[in-house]
């Protein structure tokens, strides 16, 4: 199983577009349930002291888990550029993943990376952040992280559907992450 996860909990961010282009195209090319995260559909608080207990954990956070998680071999992280890195929320993410089940969650399992930016950089740094936490879990990052920049330019402005330029080298990334 593939999980696609947006990696921003603003409402209306742009990083989804970029995100449910490829979770689209995935379910067409991959032979394999794909399966779709949108952090900004987390319901309630998910961030407080229970989710650092196993036993304890919000039966939220087990969800995820084991919805999105545990039955994954891949997960493709689209991040936004927050502060010059990736979004605290997704750390949070990963660290509450980390409680329960640590290894079935993260062990041995393949991750693509892609920033999304509306500066020029597409997120190398975050990207960079994000890549070394994940090979910390024991996860394979594959070595095209894909720095998307400008994405008003790459947005068309009527839908805010992805531009021939953004669909090009989205397919050369989804290309390699389904040979990886």
């Known amino acids: 199983m593939i999980t696609i996860i947006s990696g921003s909990n603003r409402k209306n ?3 989804i577009h970029f995100a449910k282009y490829v979770f689209e195209e995935l379910k067409k090319m991959a ?24 036993s304890e954990q919000p039966e939220v956070v087990q969800h995820i888990q084991d919805e999105y998680f545990i039955p994954a071999g891949k997960f493709w992280f689209f ?9 605290g929320i997704v750390k949070l993410l990963l660290d509450s993943m980390s409680v ?17 930016a509306s ?42 559907s992805v531009n021939d330029e953004a669909i090009e080298t989205l397919q050369k990334q989804i290309q390699q992450f389904l040979n990886y």
Do not use: Q, W
């Open 119 to 160: 500066g020029r950089a597409g997120n190398l740094r975050g990207m960079d952040h994000l890549a070394e936490v994940l090979n910390h879990l024991g996860i394979h990052v594959h070595p095209n992280k894909n720095p998307i920049s400008s994405i008003y330019k790459m947005l068309n402005s009527e839908d805010n």
């Open 31 to 54: 032979n394999e349930e794909v399966k779709f995260l949108d952090i900004s559909e987390f319901a309630g608080n998910v961030v407080n002291v229970s989710m650092y207990k196993d």
């Open 100 to 116: 329960r089940e640590y290894k079935t969650s993260f062990a041995d399992k393949k991750a693509c990376i892609t920033g999304i």
């Open 13 to 15: 961010n742009k990083t």
């Open 79 to 87: 991040i936004p550029e927050y502060n010059g890195s990736y979004p």
